[in-house]
């Protein structure tokens, strides 16, 4: 990523991004939008759940290694497959509150 990155330095990379792709860093704590962007192509790719995920914490860890953004960039891959096989935006809703927003928020109360 970082040899294709700095290919095209003039992208309109988010100030964290560009001071990673240039600083040589392997990771940084970003929680960017970066994260989501970057993983639409997976769940076409692949079409098990497992899969899904696993490639998608792949891709996401090599920038943005931050909790949220792997949740945002899992979220982003499940929604895309949950599309993909044509289940209804209400379904895709609870799927998504009920497999991430639920346990995420649970978790923030109990802190």
Known sequence: MIDIGLKYPNCSYGSGFLRWLTTGHKVYES??????????????????EETIKEECKTVTNVSHNHEESLMGAEIACMAI?????NKSKEFIKYYIENHYIKPFTDSIDRA
């Open 81 to 85: 497959d949950l599309a993909l096989k």
């Open 31 to 48: 929680n960017g939008n970066g994260a989501a962007m970057r993983v639409s192509a997976i769940p076409v790719v692949f079409k098990d």
